[in-house]
């Protein structure tokens, strides 16, 4: 069974993170783990690295959503436990990438495909997904994109 690179990477640091005892942290890694295993069965796939930082990077927005929500509802500790479930999750992700790089990014993708209006915001976003997968919030730059194209 060949499986990712990252997805290694992560067996790799749960097997460490039991030899070292730390449950909390095993916790999030098993979640993860999971997660990869529900996909696989689901969709009778293999992950590979590109959709395992899709799945990663929609595990960080569930959690900040959460977090979020519990913040408002005056839940610190729940909210708590989502930051450090997010704080686990991220290492595995790429280094976040700049404002200047992201707005790079958006710009090189307005140019490549002519983008003057809305209806060009889904060819924009085609081509900068897949960059900023893992490595930026693509709602914030999504929001970004709509005011450089309108």
């Given amino acids: 069974m060949a499986t990712s690179e990252l997805q290694s990477r992560i ?3 749960m097997k460490a993170t039991m030899r070292a005892k730390n449950k909390s ?3 999030v890694i098993r ?3 999971s997660e990869f295993k529900r996909i696989e069965v689901d969709e009778r796939i293999e992950l590979d690295d590109s959709r395992v930082l899709a ?3 929609k595990m960080v927005k569930q959690r900040r959503d959460s977090a979020k929500q519990y913040e408002d509802a005056n839940r610190q500790e729940l909210a ?3 930051h450090f479930e997010i704080s686990i999750i991220t290492e ?3 280094q976040p990438l700049s404002d200047d790089e992201i707005t790079t990014l958006i ?4 140019n490549a495909t002519n983008a003057s209006g809305m ?3 889904g060819k924009v976003m085609g081509i900068l997904k897949p960059q900023l997968q893992g490595r930026a919030d693509i709602g914030h730059v999504s929001k970004q994109v709509k005011t450089k194209i309108s």
């Fill in 55 to 57: 799945v990663l990077d």
């Fill in 119 to 121: 209806q060009d915001m």
């Fill in 80 to 82: 708590d436990q989502e």
């Fill in 31 to 33: 979640l993860i783990q």
């Fill in 92 to 94: 595995f992700l790429p």
């Fill in 107 to 110: 710009d090189d993708a307005v």
């Fill in 11 to 13: 067996h790799n640091e």
């Fill in 25 to 27: 942290r095993l916790g």
